[in-house]
């Protein structure tokens, strides 16, 4: 798989070969580190006009391929072995996307590519050391010149990711297709997977007690009274309290709908206020919220919280840990097994009516290799011999939380050729991005013939992968 940046002098990179679902459905964004050396690069960098090619209304200038090198380079790519020609082809490929996309007028909201260009900013400002720094190292007169350049590349990225997401979403794969696939590899050609485990974890999270819960809820009353009878601003009141990461993007504003990919509870709350109003205190699994309807928008609102979470004190995590030694030992005692012990004291939800079982998010089997494991995971997983139970392993969640867990591989799979029973939810995978490419090439060929395309005399003799040519 290779990365081509597509940030004309931006650092911000796209997936663009290869389909798994996560890159299907959204724009692959990644920071780079920036180097004394990569500044002289980029100081260096000589400016080429002219034409390269047009597709649609979209025009790709020699510049815009000489500063995909340039951004090749800056995440360390041995451009060397990367032709012009293919360069040029990727761009295409992805003004393509891009054109279709505004022909078949699928959406992408600016509040979504503002709170990209938000975070993207706020990575670069950390990056570099100041905002001053930024425009100096990409030569941009001003924020906002910067900003402007980030939201288009940023809105075309998106629009060229969810056109290919478009182009195979309905496309599906039988038992008969992925056996037929299978069965059509030359034995040498079959793939061969590493060293894999199954891991099974049982998890003690404490809750907080009643009293920290308590002065959360009084805090966040006291700070609706505040809005409500001092005319105080929710917005300052947010950029002081809210324990939410994502309050610094798009100003703290969310824009959402009842198909957002928000909690139910929280959608419940936005939806059930008048503009202008803040909610009661609620729970969600994040902690507790305070909810401001800034503006209704038709079937969207856009809103503002505040949201804090009860401490857990130290006793109760130094309780949950105790717990879990007492778990383990009854389990290496023989009390009950591991998966009954997760069964019924594990507090994760997930799991523990599998057993503990962990599921690879990459394709939800319940198998992970261990050369592509996450590498705190495998830290953990890696000095685990046989049927050996870890020591209570402190861990953080996504909001912050602690907890402890107990883990435990319940099976190990040495590395081998691909077998269709053995292996069959990773070659079904393969045979589908097959089928998925397939269709995609399908649709190049036929939206290559209906768009106005044209390609500069000095890269006519290109062996391009699509038929840019129309020959």
Same mark, same amino acid.
């Given at each position: ?31 780079? &580190?920036?180097?004394?050396?990569? =500044? @002289?690069?980029?100081? *260096? ?18 510049? #815009? ?11 360390? +790519? ?8 293919? +360069? ?45 720094? +930024?425009?100096? %190292?990409?030569?941009?007169?001003? *924020? ?23 182009? +195979?979403? *309905? ?17 040498? #050609? ?9 891991? &099974? ?23 609706? @009274?505040? !809005? ?28 959402? $709908? $009842? ?26 699994? %994040? ?27 130290? #006793? ?8 879990? *030694?007492?778990?383990?030992? $009854? ?5 009950? =097994? ?13 799991? $523990? ?12 089997? =319940?198998?992970?290799?261990? =050369?592509?494991?996450?590498? !705190? ?45 053995? #292996? ?10 097959e089928k998925q490419l397939n269709q995609i090439k399908e649709w190049m060929d036929e939206k290559i013939k209906d768009t106005y395309i044209s390609v500069s005399p000095s890269y006519q003799a290109c062996d391009f992968s699509n038929n840019w040519l129309k020959k």
């Amino acid at each position: 798989m290779k990365k081509f940046c597509i940030a004309a002098g931006l650092v911000i990179c796209m997936n663009t070969f290869g389909f798994s679902q996560d890159s299907l459905a959204q724009a692959e964004f990644t920071e780079v &580190a920036v180097s004394s050396d990569t =500044t @002289r690069v980029v100081k *260096e960098r000589k400016k080429i006009d002219g034409v390269a090619a047009v597709v649609g209304d979209f025009v790709i200038l020699e510049s #815009d391929i000489d500063k995909q090198y340039i951004d090749m380079e800056l995440q360390g +790519v041995d451009v060397k072995s990367i032709a012009r020609c293919e +360069v040029l082809g990727n761009q295409m490929e992805n003004k393509l996307y891009t054109h279709q996309a505004i022909q078949d007028s699928v959406v992408v909201a600016d509040s979504e590519v503002n709170s990209y260009v938000d975070n993207q900013v706020s990575q670069l400002s950390g990056q570099l050391g100041s905002m001053e720094k +930024v425009l100096k %190292f990409y030569n941009k007169d001003s *924020e906002k010149d910067l900003r402007d350049e980030l939201f288009e590349i940023i809105k075309n990225a998106q629009l060229s990711m969810r056109m290919q997401g478009k182009v +195979v979403e *309905e496309v599906e794969i039988t038992p008969e297709e992925v056996r037929e696939w299978y069965d059509g590899l030359p034995s040498e #050609d079959r793939p061969y997977f590493g060293d894999e485990v199954e891991i &099974a974890q049982i998890i003690k999270q404490p809750e907080p007690s009643e009293e920290e819960v308590q002065k959360v809820i009084d805090r966040l009353k006291s700070i609706k @009274r505040d !809005v409500e009878e001092n005319g105080s601003s929710f917005a300052i009141k947010q950029t002081l309290y809210s324990e939410d990461p994502g309050k610094v993007q798009n100003g703290g504003v969310y824009s959402i $709908k $009842k198909s957002s990919p928000f909690v139910q509870e929280f959608k419940d709350v936005a939806f059930s206020l008048k503009q202008g109003a803040i909610s009661d205190p609620f729970k969600t699994q %994040f902690g507790y919220h305070i909810i401001y309807l800034e503006k209704v928008r038709g079937q969207e609102r856009d809103v503002r919280h505040i949201l804090l979470m009860p401490e857990v004190s130290d #006793d109760d995590l130094q309780e949950a840990r105790e717990e879990l *030694e007492e778990i383990r030992q $009854k389990i290496i005692d023989g009390e009950f =097994t591991f998966e009954e012990a997760a069964r019924n004291f594990s507090d994760q939800k997930e799991t $523990k009516f599998d057993g503990g079982v962990l599921r690879n998010p990459k394709d939800m089997s =319940t198998r992970f290799e261990l =050369t592509k494991m996450d590498p !705190v995971l495998y830290s953990q997983v890696s000095p685990l011999e046989g049927n050996t139970i870890s020591r209570p392993i402190l861990g953080e969640t996504d909001n912050g939380g602690s907890y402890y867990k107990i883990i435990k591989v319940n099976k190990r799979f040495k590395a081998h050729q691909a077998d269709y029973i053995q #292996d069959y939810v990773k070659i079904k995978e393969l045979a589908l991005k097959e089928k998925q490419l397939n269709q995609i090439k399908e649709w190049m060929d036929e939206k290559i013939k209906d768009t106005y395309i044209s390609v500069s005399p000095s890269y006519q003799a290109c062996d391009f992968s699509n038929n840019w040519l129309k020959k």
